[in-house]
């Protein structure tokens, strides 16, 4: 089983440019969420999303957008990219959200 | 508000000493709690989870966790640490919103290193 699956594995930015964070899940599951980690900082919330076309803020919203139009599907959009954004990526899956959320390997994104 | 404090943000121990690494919640009820650990590069990885019930759950790789009310802690520990436990760990929270959503929310991590 491929789990959580996030594309690509690694990107390099220039400021003000936009891109996509593809995450995809095949294990059914209900909840999907997108988190950064920075060092010292742990992971913060940015978006989560509790089915398909239902999605909600984290902690860490600004300069980011999501959408859920399938189940399987929870891209992350960034706009205007700042170097504030550089930082590791996560998405993650649960089936109900409190039940164990499987983790993708991660995107590490740097804006220069 | 809601949140989740790890107040070590690193440990230092020697292989085959025991481990506990602190993790204090806030919030009102009764909460999903969570342990996950990241080894370098790689994703998270759930170690043990507490739901309710009894208040020490087992985990893998022989960690274990005490649910405290009273102290709103949910520490985990392990009797003795392996070389392959360094590693950064994450103690996680499960809060519920208003519109009966749940939100999970991490604490900031503790890394483990680990002395032949």
């Known amino acids: 089983n491929a789990g959580v699956t996030q594309t690509p594995k690694f990107r390099i930015l220039k400021i003000g440019q936009s891109m996509t964070l593809q995450c995809a899940q095949d294990?059914?599951?209900?909840?999907m969420y997108w988190y950064r980690q920075d060092p010292g900082m742990g992971l913060k919330l940015i978006y989560y999303?509790?089915?398909?076309?239902?999605?909600d803020k984290g902690e860490v919203p600004n300069g980011y957008n999501v959408s859920r139009s399938t189940t399987e599907d929870f891209p992350l959009r960034l706009e205007l990219a700042a170097p504030s954004q550089t930082s590791v990526y996560f998405c993650?899956?649960?089936?109900?959200?409190?039940?164990?959320?499987?983790f993708g390997q991660g995107t590490r994104l740097t804006v220069v | 508000a809601q949140s989740v404090t790890q107040p070590d943000i690193h440990i230092t121990v020697s292989e085959g000493a025991s481990l506990e690494l602190r993790c204090n919640y806030s919030?009102?009820?009764?909460?999903?709690l969570f342990w996950y650990v990241q080894s370098p590069g790689q994703g998270l990885q759930l170690l043990l989870k507490y739901f309710s019930g009894d208040t020490l759950v087992q985990g893998i790789k022989g960690f274990e966790a005490e649910f405290k009310r009273s102290q709103s802690s949910f520490n985990l520990r392990k009797p003795s640490v392996h070389w392959s436990d360094a590693a950064e760990y994450f103690c996680a929270v499960v809060i519920v919103t208003m519109d009966s959503s749940y939100k999970l929310i991490f604490g900031s991590g503790t890394r483990l290193l680990v002395r032949p």
């Open positions: 999303s509790v089915g398909a076309g239902i999605t």
């Open positions: 919030y009102g009820a009764t909460p999903y």
């Open positions: 294990m059914n599951h209900n909840y």
């Open positions: 993650a899956s649960s089936w109900t959200g409190n039940t164990e959320a499987f």
